[in-house]
């Protein structure tokens, strides 16, 4: 079964750092372009950033540019996400999906992590 | 990058038909043929129902269909079932490795 699972998520102050984790499985990863999805409280879906398949290209949205970093460990199945500098408004659940083989769509997600930025 | 307008809500009995739209610019729906289609159910993560457009994934029934006309895209659900009452969002890519939703369009069934 294909299947992707976040981790990570939790409760940081403002300024603060977080790291998620996204477990894949059931599909050869390293063949796939990777990315995270945010979802805001009643908001819609927001791109995050995304990388490809062999890590050496990565991709941001202008609002996260600067403080989060993806990457990827082929090896161990994992894509990360190392978010700094963290704001009220990056509040949301943070998904990880897989982009479909040739074309711009996400076809596999996670279930999402919470990450709540608060003092 | 904007996030692309949609209705708020939507509705229809069961049997009928709804459609949704979603409208950009020449700088992604316009731009590109990948307008895909997310249905979200409460709690839940978003599924691909539309890619490309027109095409449907494996597995969705062929009662979800896609369109689009300029910086204007639609989705219609014919023969409305009352497991289609959900949220749904547009999504397009927005050139350099980008992508942008919609603000989303909650599904009724009366």
């Known amino acids: 079964e294909v299947q992707l699972v976040e981790s990570g998520g939790g409760l940081v102050q403002p300024g603060g750092s977080l790291r998620l984790s996204c477990a894949a499985s059931g599909f050869i990863f390293s063949s796939y372009v990777m990315s995270w999805v945010r979802q805001a409280p009643g908001k819609g879906p927001e791109w995050v950033s995304g990388i490809s398949g062999s890590g050496g290209s990565t991709y941001y949205a202008d609002s996260v540019k600067g403080r989060f970093t993806i990457s990827r460990d082929n090896s161990k199945k994992t894509l990360y996400l190392q978010m700094n500098s963290l704001r009220a408004e990056d509040t949301a659940v943070y998904y990880c999906a897989k982009r479909a083989v040739d074309t711009a769509a996400f076809d596999i997600w996670g279930q999402g992590t919470v990450v709540t930025v608060s003092s | 990058q904007s996030a692309l307008t949609q209705p708020p809500s939507a509705s229809g009995s069961p049997g009928q038909s709804v459609t949704i739209s979603c409208t950009g610019t020449s700088s992604d729906v316009g731009g590109y043929n990948y307008v895909s289609w997310y249905q979200q159910h409460p709690g839940k993560a978003p599924k691909l129902m539309i890619y490309?457009?027109?095409k449907r994934p494996s597995g969705v029934p062929d009662r979800f269909s896609g369109s689009k006309s300029g910086n204007t895209a639609s989705l219609t659900v014919s023969g409305l079932q009352a497991e289609d009452e959900a949220d749904y969002y547009c999504s397009s890519y927005a050139g350099s490795n980008s992508y942008v939703f919609g603000i989303g369009t909650k599904v009724t069934v009366l």
């Open positions: 490309e457009v027109s």
